[in-house]
Every structure is written in C-alpha cells, then in structure tokens.
C-alpha cells in the first residue's frame, strides 16, 4: 500500500496528541491532518473535498468537548457519502461505549495509551479491508 497516497483525518482535544499523532503518521508516511473540535472537522473536510481530495481515514478520539467523538461521527455520516473507514482512539474502555462504536460502524476500537505502532498497524489493517 502506498501510505503517501493516504491522507488520514485525527480527531482529538488534546494538541499535545495531535502533535504526536500527526508526527507518528507522518514518519509512517501518511498524509495526516488535525482537527480538535467539530468545527475544525468540517472546515478540514470543506476543504479537501472543495480540493476533490478525499479522507481515507479518521482517527477518531471520544471525548471531545462539547460534541463527542460519537456526535461527530454521525455529523459526518450526514456530511460525507460513504464515510471513509472511523478508528476509535480514546481512554474511555467501557464495554457499552465499544457496543455503541461498532454500532455506528466503527472499523476498530483502541484505547490509550496505545503506541504509533499498533495505531499504524491498525491503520494499515482496515485501509487493506476497504480495499477487498
């Protein structure tokens, strides 16, 4: 798979994170961007698609305030025809709100602390099931 090619959306309140993720995702050669709040959401994807580029995929933190990382997710299943693939990244592990992610249709659900490696790897796992 050519990461160079992939532009991957992360989604957390946490800059400190989003720094770290997007340098990780980067090094791994993926096209990263950020976003820390719904509104950063929308205008990364008014903008990208306004480019006729697409978001393969969205790293997608939980608790975000204000609008929850689910709350998002169904805003951009409105937005965005067909959603591309949604990995759940956040410190919450219970077991009602992993029932409640692969409901919405959430590819895989990690909890943190994770590291760039099993991140990536799950990355590159579902990116490999979109493509069958």
Same mark, same amino acid.
């Given at each position: ?47 990208? /698609? ?58 895989? /659900? ?23």
């Amino acid at each position: 798979m050519a990461r160079t090619s992939k532009t991957i959306l992360v989604v957390d309140d946490e800059r400190d994170t989003l720094a770290l993720l997007r340098l990780a995702l980067n090094r791994a050669g993926f096209n990263t961007l950020i976003a820390s709040s719904w509104e950063e959401v929308a205008d990364v994807v008014k903008e990208k /698609y306004s480019q006729g580029r697409a978001i393969d995929l969205i790293v997608l933190d939980l608790m975000i305030p204000g609008r929850s990382g689910f709350d998002i997710m169904r805003s951009l299943q409105v937005v965005l025809s067909p959603l591309p693939p949604v990995i759940m990244l956040t410190a919450v592990t219970g077991f009602d709100q992993q029932v409640q992610a692969r409901e919405l249709g959430v590819s895989r /659900y990690l909890t943190k602390p994770t590291t760039p490696t099993k991140l990536i790897q799950a990355i590159d796992e579902v990116l490999d099931e979109k493509k069958k």
